[in-house]
DNA sequence: CATCATAAGCTTACGACGTAAGGAGATCTC
DNA sequence: GAGATCTCCTTACGTCGTAAGCTTATGATG
């Protein structure tokens, strides 16, 4: 009686926004995977049709470049103030946090070729600590490259592993030990009897590892001057 | 008159086997990237309609995976005999290489979920060789995490950069510098203009450094002892 | 308040995609 | 030489991104 005509079960909302239809889709990613977010789907969401979408992204292309731009925007930027190797220990930890809870951000490479205002914004960061900490331009290069290398890495690796909670992994690694010939495979085989199955197990665990690492070697890069 | 029925243009040729398609579609991956390979132009290509490629391959998820363990079959394994950095060190450069000529097996990250053998047996080798030269189960574990993350990260930088050849990456680095606001981003436009554009200038140079600087901390971790 | 351009939504449609179902012909086994 | 099996084909379905064109709500201008 009220509403003259339309979709019925629509929710009434203002208008669409850009920002509430990328939002919408890093929930949506978050929970269902990146191959869940279809336009169609991310209108249904947001009680709209899929080609409404096309008033605020240019295609899917643009939404998912300015998906991978808003988890760089959850990064903590390292601090030019506090020591370069606790503000990169900081933002390095905060980085692999953001790629941990939007794993289809580490997949997403295409937006290296137009990266966002936050990505620049934390790269230009990220290399000022180094030149400020006293790395020339081409160091600061050589472990930009390497620490975000690791990084990546890392968080790629995570992402492919087929389990996350340490109940699933001591169950995963049940099953994947039993199916394992173990005199083909013995070292595959001990580690995870020996390591993934000790109880406490968790593979983000072995981050802040090879984090000192790299950043010990970085340091030692540093302090032997010429390079 | 010789051929009495059926299509005209194919290529005459015995059975399709797995290996053939297997192989001709990494040669598809490797000339149009990953989103170019689909089950109708892999049937093109070898003068057979899609559906009949999945008398070879249960479905597309089964071919990728086959795709990636046939890389890592690809990759020199680290010999046992021959000290462990230094053998470590050709297998990183050789499993980076194979990447860097298969770059679209770095995103195929579902691979982790059901490895093939080429993939355990690489695997297997690796933490074998941090084995045997002394490292501790967890300590062997913590290696392989830091060096083949680096290694993956790096492949997945590698991959997402827009040029391959010295040139195009001058072109491009050009074409960023002049877009990018120099007073935002100022370390990142001193980066490009006094690193990357310099000639000679080839990111994959990159690789070793950051090699070097883990394979020495692995060092370090092993001789001093307890970990 | 009336008019009307613009913006934001909807409908329909197209050409790809992966693959289910089932049929035809060749090849192998006995 | 008969039957089974394997390989390939045709057809079809549901889903995808998105082009084209329509309708309606908004908000500025007279």
Redesign the interface.
């Known amino acids: 009686m009220a509403k003259p005509a339309g979709k019925a079960d629509r929710t009434p909302r203002g208008r669409l926004s850009r920002e509430e239809v990328l939002s919408t889709a890093i929930t949506l990613a978050d929970k269902g995977g990146i191959e869940s977010l279809t336009m169609r789907r991310l209108g249904d969401e947001l009680g709209v049709e899929a080609m409404s979408l096309y008033n605020h992204v240019a295609n899917k292309e643009d939404l998912l470049n300015a998906m991978v731009d808003a988890v760089f925007s959850e990064i903590d930027l390292p601090s030019h103030s506090e020591g370069w190797k606790t503000s990169m220990r900081k933002r390095s930890i905060s980085f692999r946090a953001a790629l941990s809870r939007h794993p289809w951000a580490?997949?997403l490479?295409?937006?290296?070729?137009n990266p966002g205002p936050a990505t620049?914004?934390h790269?230009?960061?990220v290399?000022?600590t180094f030149?400020n900490a006293g790395f020339s331009?081409?160091m600061?290069?050589?472990a930009f490259?390497?620490l975000?290398?690791?990084?990546?890495?890392?968080?790629?690796?995570e992402?492919?592993?087929?389990f996350t909670t340490e109940e699933e992994t001591a169950a995963m690694a049940q099953i994947m030990l039993a199916q394992?010939p173990a005199n083909?495979?013995?070292?595959?085989a001990?580690?995870t009897a020996?390591?993934?199955l000790k109880p406490g197990y968790n593979?983000g665990d072995?981050f802040p590892?090879?984090l000192d690492?790299?950043l010990?070697?970085?340091e030692r890069?540093l302090t032997s001057a010429a390079r």
Chains 1, 2 share one sequence.
């Open positions: 580490t997949g490479t295409d937006s290296g070729t620049l914004r790269h230009d960061r290399i000022g030149r331009v081409a600061a290069a050589h490259s390497a975000d290398s690791y990084i990546y890495g890392f968080a790629m690796q992402k492919s592993l087929p394992l083909e495979y013995p070292y595959l001990e580690l020996d390591h993934v593979y072995e590892l090879g690492l790299i010990d070697g970085l890069w």
